[in-house]
C-alpha cells in the first residue's frame, strides 16, 4: 500500500486533485456546504465547564481541612459556637480564594476559539468573498496578503514575495519566506515552507493556498488537544500540606485518645476532660494555617507584581520557590529581540567591530582595538549600500513610544542601526539617492537589488555564496576594483564561514555601476559586474543582565536550559555566551529528539543545555523527562505552540509582551517585561514565600508541644490541669491568630538564591526545623510548667495559679515569633522595626491579653485572676528563657 504523504511533501497540483478543487475558481457554495456537515465547523471544540459548587467543593480535600470540619463539628456539639465559628470562617475564606483561582484550562481554550471570529478572503465558485475563518472548509482557496492572518492549515499554490510570522506557533524569530515548493514528507513543521498555518500572519507579499486542514485537526487544533490533556502537575506545597495533613490527623486522634484515657483513670469529670481533649486536639491543628498560606501567597503576589511578575494562580508563588530547571525560549526572553550588526568584514579583510545592541543608534566602530572611521571609503561605500538596498526604517522616539522602533525586515533594521551608529542618517542618504529600480528579495535566488539615481548605482545584498556568485570584482582598502579571484573568493567565503561559527547571520553587499535593472532578466544580467564590498554580521545579542541572572541560577542551584524554535548552532552560541552551555555541552535538535528512545533520553538530559527547533509535543516530552528526575520545572513561553508546555510545567511562566493571549491565559505568571532576569526574581520571591510559611509552621507547631507537653506532665503527675479547655483555645486562636498572619509579612534577606531549591520530595517540617522546635519547646516548658510547679507549691487559689501560667505561655509565645523570623540570625540584628505587621500583632496581642487578665467579665469567661504588677515583671523574665536559649544557638549556628 503506498504511503500517504502529508500536504507539505505533495506538489500544489497533487493537494489540489487531492482535496477536488480548481485552484482558479475554488468550491462552490454547495460543496462547501456539503464539506461543512462533513467535517465541522472551523473551531475548537468547548470544554465542559465545571459547575462552581463543584469547583468550592474541590477546595475542601485535604485531610487537614477534614480535622478542622471535625474539630468544628465537635465544638458545636459541645456548645462552643463561637470556636467553631472561627474554624468555619477560616475555611470558607480558604475555600473562596482557591475557588476564584480555579479555571485554568477554560480560559486556555477560550483564547484559542478566538481564531473563530477572523475573517478571512476566499474564492468561492470563481468569485472572491470575505467569510469568517469558522466557515472554512478543506478544499477551500485563501487569497492572501501582508497583514492578513491565516484562519485555517492550508498549502500554498502562488507566492509572490511571500513572507509569514510563525514565531507563535514555531518559535522562530523571524518571518519565514514560502514557496510552493513541496518538501520532504519528515520536514519539521518550522521549515515546511509551502505551508501556512492558523493562528500565524502574512508579515510580506501575496499569495494564494489550499485550505488542508480545519478546526481540531489543523495544527493549532492539535496544540489546543494537547493543551486540554496536559494534566497539571500537583505542586510541592500541596504534596507536602497533603501528606503533612495525613500525619497530623492521625497524630491529634492518638492525641485525643491518650488524654481521655489518662483523665479518666485519674478519675476526672468525664466533660471536663473531654473537653480538654478536643481543646487539645484542636491545638495540634494549626487552624490560622489555611488561611496564612493564602496571606502569604497573596503578599508573594503583590511583591512579584512590583518586580514585573503577574501571578494568575497563588500555587505558582510557592512552586517558584521549588523550582530547580528552568526551560526559558531564546528570543525576547535570553535575548532582546532585536536584531544588532556587531561586526562588519571589508573586502579588503579588515575586521569592523559595532558596540551597542538593538536598534537604538549608539555604539561606536572599532577596528584593532581603536576607533574606525567612517569616511574611510571602503568603509563609507559598505555602510551606504547597506541602507540603500533596504525596506525598513527606524522611527525615532516619539510622544507615542519612548523607544526607537523598527519598521519592517528586523534583519534591514538592524543594518540601518549600524549605520547610523557610524554617523550616516538614512533618511538623508535616501534622499540624496531616490531608488529608481529594483529586484525585490527572491527566495530562490536569496538576493535582492535596487537601483539609484543617474548615471544608475545598483546595489545588491544577499547570501554570501549567492552575492559572490554573482561578483566579477573586489573592493581594496585604497578604493580600488580588482577582478575577484578563486582565492579571494574563497577568502570571503572563508570570513563568512567564520562569522556564522559565532552564530552571526550573514550578508554579503555589492555595488555596480554603468549598468541597469532588468527585471525580465533578473540577476543574471548582472552576472560578473558588482563589486564585492564586504560582509555584514548580525545576531539577535543577549540581554545584558541575562548573563547575571543565569550565574544567579547556578549559585542557587538551579538549572537553566533553553528550548528554542531558532537553528542549533545559533541556540548553542548564545546558550554559551550567556553560561548556560559549557564548551562541551552540545544542542540536539528536534529530528534528534524524536528519534531518541525515553530512557536514553534521561540518561542524557544533563548535558543537553539547548534544544532546538522543537515542535509543542517534544516540548512536552522535555519538561517530563525532566519531571521523572524529579525536577521542579518553570517553562517561558511567548507562542500557541508553547501552551500544551506552560500547561504540563510546575510553573508557566508567559510573555506579557509578546505573548499570545493563548500562552498568558494557559500559564500561571506572567512576566510583564519578557525578561529571563524577572524570572530569576519572581524565584527568588517565591523561595521568599515558602520560607515564610516555614516560619509560620515552625511557631504554631512550637506552641502545640508546648501545650501538649504542659498537659500530659500535670495529667501524669496527678497535678491540677496548667490550663482550662477555654485558656488553650484562646491560645491557639487569639494569641497564635494575631501573629501567624503578620509573621508572612517578612521581607528578604538578600539570601533566598544562597541555597538549593527545596526538593520536590522534602517534608513540610525540615530536619533543621524539627531541632529547632524541640529546642525551644524544650526552653518554653521548663518556662511555663517550672513556674506552674513553683506557684502551685506557694498555695496561691489555683485559678490564679492558671491565670499566671496561662500569661507565661502567652508571653512565651511572643518571644517565639520574634524567634521565628530567622533561622541563623539573631533577634536584634534583624531589625525590630522592619516588619511593622508583627510589631502591630505584638501590640494588638498584648492588649488583647491584658483585657482577659484584667476585664472582669472576660475574667469569668476565661477562668482568670487580675496578675500583680510583680509577678508579671517576674513573668516576663522567666518567659524570656526560649529568646536566650534560641539566641545561644544562633550564635553558635553563625560561629560554626
Not at 456537515?37 to 465547564?49: D, F, I, K, Q, T
Not at 474564492?123 to 492572501?144: N, T, W
Not at 554573482?470 to 581594496?476: A, D, E, K, S, Y
Not at 550567556?578 to 548535558?607: K, S, W
Amino acid at each position: 500500500m503506498p504511503e500517504i504523504l502529508q500536504p507539505h511533501a505533495l506538489t500544489a497540483a497533487e493537494t489540489a486533485v487531492r482535496l477536488g478543487v480548481d485552484p482558479a475558481a475554488g468550491l462552490t457554495a454547495g460543496e462547501a456546504a456539503a464539506r461543512l456537515a462533513a467535517h465541522g465547523a472551523n473551531v475548537l471544540p468547548e470544554a465542559e465547564r465545571r459547575p462552581l459548587w463543584m469547583t468550592v467543593l474541590r477546595q475542601f480535600a485535604s485531610p487537614l481541612i477534614y480535622l478542622l470540619l471535625a474539630a468544628a463539628v465537635i465544638a458545636f456539639a459541645m456548645g462552643h459556637t463561637g470556636d467553631g465559628a472561627v474554624i468555619l470562617v477560616v475555611l470558607s475564606i480558604n475555600a473562596a480564594v482557591g475557588a476564584i483561582q480555579e479555571g485554568r484550562a477554560e480560559r486556555s481554550m477560550e483564547a484559542l476559539r478566538k481564531l473563530s471570529v477572523l475573517k478571512v478572503r476566499c474564492l468561492r465558485g470563481g468569485r472572491e468573498e470575505m467569510l469568517e475563518a469558522s466557515a472554512l472548509v478543506p478544499g477551500d482557496v485563501l487569497l492572501l496578503a501582508a497583514g492578513d492572518a491565516v484562519g485555517a492549515d492550508a498549502r500554498i499554490v502562488e507566492a509572490a514575495f511571500l513572507e509569514a510570522s510563525e514565531s507563535a506557533l514555531t518559535g522562530e524569530s523571524l518571518p519565514v519566506m514560502k514557496n510552493a515548493e513541496p518538501v520532504p514528507d519528515d520536514t519539521p513543521l518550522a521549515d515546511r515552507h509551502g505551508m501556512l498555518y492558523a493562528g500565524t500572519h502574512v508579515s510580506a507579499g501575496r499569495g494564494r493556498a489550499i485550505v488542508t486542514a480545519t478546526g481540531v485537526h489543523s495544527e493549532v487544533g492539535r496544540i489546543a488537544g494537547l493543551t486540554a490533556s496536559s494534566q497539571e502537575p500537583i505542586t510541592p506545597l500541596e504534596q507536602r500540606i497533603r501528606s503533612f495533613g495525613q500525619w497530623l490527623a492521625a497524630a491529634a486522634v492518638v492525641l485525643f485518645g491518650v488524654v481521655i484515657a489518662i483523665g479518666l483513670l485519674r478519675g476526672l469529670p468525664f466533660l471536663e476532660i473531654l473537653m480538654v481533649g478536643i481543646s487539645q486536639m484542636v491545638s495540634m491543628v494549626p487552624e490560622g494555617l489555611p488561611v496564612a498560606m493564602t496571606i502569604a501567597l497573596a503578599v508573594g503576589m503583590q511583591r512579584m507584581a512590583r518586580e514585573g511578575a503577574v501571578i494568575r494562580r497563588l500555587s505558582a508563588v510557592e512552586t517558584l520557590g521549588s523550582v530547580n530547571v528552568i526551560c526559558s525560549d531564546k528570543t525576547g526572553t535570553l535575548t532582546r529581540n532585536e536584531m544588532t550588526v556587531t561586526a562588519l568584514w571589508l573586502a579588503g579583510g579588515r575586521r569592523i567591530g559595532i558596540t551597542g545592541s538593538g536598534y537604538v543608534p549608539e555604539g561606536s566602530l572599532v577596528e584593532a582595538g581603536g576607533p574606525a572611521y567612517p569616511a574611510d571609503a571602503a568603509l563609507r561605500q559598505m555602510l551606504e549600500a547597506m541602507v540603500l538596498c533596504n525596506d525598513a526604517q527606524l522611527v525615532p522616539p516619539d510622544g507615542v513610544d519612548p523607544r526607537w522602533r523598527a519598521l519592517g525586515d528586523p534583519t534591514e533594521a538592524a543594518l540601518l542601526t549600524a549605520a547610523w551608529k557610524a554617523g550616516i542618517d538614512p533618511r538623508e542618504l535616501r534622499r540624496a539617492h531616490p531608488r529608481t529600480g529594483e529586484i525585490p528579495f527572491d527566495a530562490a535566488a536569496r538576493l535582492m537589488a535596487t537601483q539609484h539615481g543617474h548615471p544608475s548605482r545598483i546595489v545588491i545584498k544577499g547570501a554570501p555564496e549567492q552575492v559572490l556568485a554573482l561578483c566579477g570584482f573586489i573592493r581594496t582598502d585604497d578604493g580600488a576594483a580588482l577582478p575577484l579571484t578563486d582565492a579571494a573568493r574563497a577568502a570571503a567565503m572563508a570570513a563568512a564561514d567564520a562569522l556564522g561559527a559565532e552564530a552571526l547571520r550573514v550578508l554579503a553587499v555589492a555595488e555596480c555601476r554603468g549598468v541597469s535593472i532588468d527585471e525580465e532578466k533578473g540577476f543574471a544580467a548582472l552576472a560578473g559586474h558588482p563589486v564585492f564590498l564586504g560582509l555584514a554580521g548580525q545576531m539577535d545579542p543577549p540581554r545584558e543582565e541575562a548573563a547575571a541572572a543565569v550565574a544567579e541560577c547556578r549559585r542557587a542551584g538551579i538549572r537553566v536550559v533553553m528550548v528554542t524554535g531558532d537553528h542549533k548552532g545559533t541556540g548553542l552560541a548564545i546558550a554559551r555566551a550567556l553560561g548556560i552551555a559549557g564548551p562541551d555541552d552540545r544542542a540536539m535538535d528536534g529530528r534528534e529528539l524524536e528519534a531518541m528512545p525515553e530512557a536514553d533520553l534521561r540518561a542524557v538530559l544533563e548535558h543537553i543545555p539547548v534544544f532546538a527547533r522543537v515542535h509543542p509535543a517534544q516540548k512536552l516530552r522535555i519538561i517530563e523527562a525532566w519531571q521523572s528526575r524529579g525536577g521542579v520545572v518553570a517553562m517561558t513561553g511567548d507562542g500557541v505552540n508553547d501552551a500544551p508546555a506552560l500547561a504540563r510545567a510546575d510553573a508557566g511562566v508567559a510573555m506579557g509582551i509578546t505573548g499570545t493571549d493563548v500562552a498568558k491565559n494557559t500559564a500561571g505568571i506572567v512576566i510583564s517585561d519578557d525578561n529571563f532576569a524577572t524570572i530569576v526574581r519572581a524565584v527568588a520571591g517565591g523561595r521568599l514565600v515558602y520560607g515564610n510559611l516555614q516560619k509560620v509552621i515552625l511557631f504554631l507547631f512550637t506552641t502545640s508541644i508546648d501545650e501538649v507537653v504542659i498537659l500530659l506532665a500535670a495529667l501524669m503527675a496527678g497535678l491540677p490541669l496548667p490550663l482550662v479547655a477555654v485558656q488553650i483555645l484562646w491560645i491557639n486562636l487569639v494569641t497564635e491568630g494575631v501573629l501567624t498572619v503578620n509573621l508572612v509579612m517578612e521581607r528578604s534577606h538578600g539570601r533566598e538564591m544562597q541555597r538549593p531549591p527545596v526538593p520536590r520530595g522534602e517534608s513540610l517540617v525540615t530536619p533543621m526545623m524539627r531541632r529547632r522546635m524541640l529546642i525551644m519547646a524544650a526552653a518554653s516548658v521548663a518556662s511555663v510548667f517550672g513556674y506552674f510547679l513553683w506557684r502551685l507549691g506557694t498555695g496561691v487559689p489555683i485559678e490564679l495559679v492558671r491565670s499566671e501560667t496561662f500569661t507565661v505561655l502567652a508571653v512565651t509565645q511572643w518571644f517565639n515569633v520574634l524567634n521565628c523570623r530567622s533561622e541563623t540570625d539573631s533577634v536584634f540584628s534583624r531589625g525590630f522595626l522592619r516588619n511593622r505587621w508583627l510589631v502591630g500583632g505584638l501590640v494588638a496581642g498584648n492588649m488583647l491579653h491584658f483585657l482577659v487578665i484584667y476585664a472582669g467579665p472576660m475574667n469569668r469567661l476565661f477562668h482568670t485572676r487580675p496578675i500583680d504588677a510583680f509577678h508579671f515583671v517576674l513573668i516576663g523574665a522567666v518567659a524570656s528563657l526560649v529568646l536566650w536559649v534560641e539566641e545561644i544557638r544562633k550564635w553558635w549556628v553563625r560561629r560554626a
